[in-house]
């Protein structure tokens, strides 16, 4: 069965510094990778998501991640926080079992300070 | 076009009552998903549904929970006598198969279930 890890429940950034939110992969076949943002008492928002087509993703609000199989794992990036940035994220892998089943990390909450 | 759309938004049951949570998937979605979310906890599968056909309950407790997607109309998620335990977030996500964007699944904002 896949599952992923998310390394560190919580980070915290000062505004303007890098956001690096780690995320890695366990999978017997090319995995589905996505990234979801969820803001405080609302639904989930697909970031990004890596399907092969390229190893390096790019995904909304100026977040990317990268694929590296090597490593099993596909940490989240950001160059530059922005306090609109503070929210949990979580790392999914889809599991192909007839259809897509979406296997959540636990997550990492991302606190961003002035 | 409107995002898949869940209600109530809140529910609040004591023990022993049944609870009904309701979704309506995106406009041309047949697909949909129910997640659960306990606290300071990821999302867990619990069951994905095609019109009128359960298609995996795999992530389903085996009682009191069930779950419909009919023909007309929203997927109802059901919960027959409530305990504490099945307080948590429940979120409702639906995709469609076809064109680049199949498998992306779109999330509803999730009725947050509260067992007094």
């Known amino acids: 069965a896949q599952s992923v890890t998310q390394l560190g429940s919580h980070v915290s950034v000062s505004e303007g510094a890098l956001v690096l939110l780690r995320c890695n992969y366990s999978s017997s076949v090319p995995p589905y990778l996505f990234w979801y943002v969820q803001y405080p008492n609302q639904g989930l928002q697909l970031l990004l998501k890596?399907?092969?087509?390229?190893?390096l993703v790019k995904g909304i609000n100026g977040f990317e991640a990268e694929f590296k199989k090597s490593e099993t794992s596909f940490h989240l990036t950001k160059p530059s926080a922005h306090m609109s940035d503070a929210a949990e994220y979580f790392c999914v892998v889809g599991e192909e079992t007839g259809f897509q089943k979406l296997v959540f990390g636990t997550g990492t909450r991302l606190l961003v300070s002035p | 076009n409107a995002g898949v759309m869940q209600n109530p938004r809140h529910l609040v049951r004591r023990r022993g009552q049944e609870a009904r949570l309701r979704c309506s998937p995106m406009?041309?979605?047949?697909?949909v998903y129910w997640y659960r979310q306990l606290p300071e906890e990821g999302l867990k599968f619990m069951v994905y549904l095609q019109k009128e056909n359960i298609i995996d309950e795999s992530g389903m407790p085996k009682e009191r929970f069930s779950a419909e997607f009919p023909k007309e109309g929203p997927s109802i998620l059901r919960i027959q006598q409530v305990v504490r335990g099945d307080s948590a977030a429940y979120f409702c996500?639906?995709?469609?198969?076809?064109?680049?964007?199949?498998?992306?699944?779109?999330f509803g904002p999730g009725t947050r279930l509260t067992v007094t």
């Open positions: 890596y399907t092969s087509a390229a190893t």
């Open positions: 406009k041309g979605h047949s697909h």
């Open positions: 996500a639906s995709s469609t198969i076809s064109g680049e964007t199949s498998y992306e699944q779109y």
